[in-house]
């Protein structure tokens, strides 16, 4: 640059009020209304908490895959996107797990890392991240290191408004560490959408077809819960008589399971999901992809003589969809629009899904049964309170003994990685202050994020944390089936004997109590129920 245009550039700044990036970074965050910042910080980061405003507080995780997943839980908890700081490539490296999973779980996150300074990036420094926004692409929806230190304000606004963009998701801001105390000009918070209205033909499409079908099925998402369309979901399942069905590997719940409409849940299995659909001639995935897939599978995606229409927050979950009518947009908005179409002739209620059977008590010396645990649990557990599960070997025992029957009480990971579910629960219990959050974990998934015990002592918060412990990878028993072993072939690298939980639990601040009989169980799970501390209980099963 000359120095007639470097004289015009500087003029030009020096003729607004000028801040340092730090207070203008921190103005942003407190409009956007976050200033919970969750991270475990390094030397490069350092340099964002010099003069730490009293009106932020730090939510310090123990490894960066705890504090995503926290910021993750918190997030989908406030409805609103979680500011995460982690440190330089290797903070980001640790962090990719959950990263990925708040990618699959639609979680608005604005994620910074901390940069080398400038000065120092040609020379490969230590610590210094090369190609940072490289790193965790392709699950953020955006990622940058700004051109100029008076550049990271406008990043850290567009990563928010980009974060909070349905379909919504992590993004990423690599920040050098020297560019704190350089003068900027402030950046003010702005109004952007963050709702689409469904394409009015499209959408009274599949209002005819509702109107029309002689036995239509509604397969419900996570979309649903995420956009606060549970009640208006209800509405058009009862307004149609219409079976109501979870999709494959949702990650919340988006209609109540005691409700005489709800059908079960899908398996991600292709010919399981014809099985199931059948006797349906029109279905209707209402914010879920149509479908998730967990293993191979042939023929069809629909029964004979069934149509499928969608409406998805999701263009890209719209494109891949392998048949049908999609339509994308909000899901509250176009239910909205749905219900105010006239109302179609009455049909007769299909019959009520029957539960399994409730489960006798075991008898004395029997190991516990999984669905007699989760049985009783449901039995004493309040109904508002908020289950975070991560058991994947126990989750279709779950959806037998184990309803949720509330809006925003049940959470999961919608990737099938391991070590979201402890950290989400201390984050879902910080953003609900005051809910009782039940965090159902299994043994192995528990050790992929153990220090997230740590924090909840810390935070002193009123979770329950229930291990299922059967002391081995217990979910891949069931593939290995699926790839041809025996049923009593061992599968290498699966068992989990010796872990101890309560001393776990011990060792990071947080009481313990351990179940190995049928009589001990109820009396426990009532304790951590009650605490107002965080109390871990280890539960034998078989």
Not at 118 to 127: H, N, Q, V
Not at 238 to 259: I, K, Q
Not at 297 to 311: E, F, R
């Amino acid at each position: 640059m000359d120095h007639r245009l470097t004289t015009i550039a500087e003029d030009t700044i020096g003729a607004e009020d000028t801040v340092s990036v730090r207070q203008a970074v921190f103005g942003l965050l407190r409009a956007f209304g976050m200033t919970s910042i969750f991270g475990n910080p390094g030397s490069t980061e350092l340099p964002m908490f010099v003069d730490f405003p009293e009106d932020f507080r730090y939510v310090l995780g123990l490894q960066e895959s705890v504090v995503v997943g926290m910021a993750d839980g918190y997030a989908q908890a406030t409805r609103n996107a979680a500011f995460v700081n982690l440190h330089s490539a290797a903070g980001v490296g640790h962090a990719m797990g959950n990263i990925f999973t708040a990618f699959r779980n639609h979680t608005p996150l604005v994620i910074t890392a901390g940069q080398q300074a400038r000065s120092i990036l040609p020379f490969e420094p230590f610590l210094g991240s090369t190609q940072a926004p490289e790193l965790p692409r392709p699950y953020v929806k955006w990622s940058v290191e700004p051109a100029r230190a008076q550049d990271v304000p406008l990043a850290i606004a567009r990563a928010y408004y980009v974060a909070m963009t349905p379909p919504c998701g992590p993004v990423l801001v690599s920040l050098p560490s020297d560019d704190w105390d350089a003068q900027t000009v402030p950046v003010d918070a702005r109004d952007v959408s963050r709702q689409l209205r469904a394409e009015p033909d499209l959408l009274a499409r599949i209002g005819k077809a509702l109107d029309g079908a002689r036995s239509p099925a509604l397969v419900v998402g996570a979309a649903v819960d995420r956009d606060g369309a549970w009640h208006e979901a209800i509405q058009l399942a009862e307004r149609h008589n219409a079976r109501v069905y979870v999709a494959p590997m949702s990650g919340r719940c988006s209609f109540p399971e005691d409700h005489p409409l709800w059908a079960g849940f899908l398996p991600p299995m292709r010919e399981r999901i014809v099985e199931r659909l059948a006797g349906h001639d029109l279905v209707f995935a209402l914010g879920a992809p149509a479908f998730t897939y967990h293993v191979e599978g042939y023929g069809p995606h629909l029964p004979a003589g069934a149509a499928l229409v969608q409406l998805t927050d999701d263009p890209q979950v719209a494109a891949w969809a392998p048949i049908g009518t999609s339509v994308i947009g909000s899901i509250r908005l176009g239910l909205l629009d749905l219900l105010e179409r006239s109302k179609p002739r009455p049909r007769t209620e299909p019959p009520p899904h029957q539960r399994p059977p409730r489960i006798e008590e075991p008898a004395p010396g029997e190991r516990l049964p999984v669905a007699w645990v989760l049985q009783t649990l449901a039995d004493v557990r309040a109904r508002d309170s908020i289950v975070v599960e991560e058991a994947p070997s126990a989750r279709p025992i779950m959806h037998g003994h184990l309803p949720i029957l509330e809006a925003e009480t049940f959470y999961t990971m919608s990737s099938g990685g391991l070590g979201y579910g402890l950290p989400a629960a201390v984050g879902v219990a910080l953003g609900k202050p005051g809910a009782r959050v039940v965090a159902l974990i299994g043994d192995g998934s528990a050790m992929y994020a153990i220090q997230a015990l740590w924090s909840a002592a810390q935070l002193a918060l009123p979770v329950t944390i229930v291990i299922l412990k059967n002391r081995r990878y217990a979910a891949l028993y069931e593939f290995a089936r699926i790839f041809g072993y025996r049923a009593d072939e061992p599968v290498p690298g699966t068992d989990l004997p010796d872990l101890d939980f309560i001393a776990l639990a011990a060792a990071q601040g947080v009481r313990g109590l351990r179940v190995e009989i049928a009589e001990q169980l109820r009396p426990a799970l009532l304790q951590a129920l009650q605490s107002p501390a965080p109390m871990l209980v280890e539960v034998e099963v078989a």
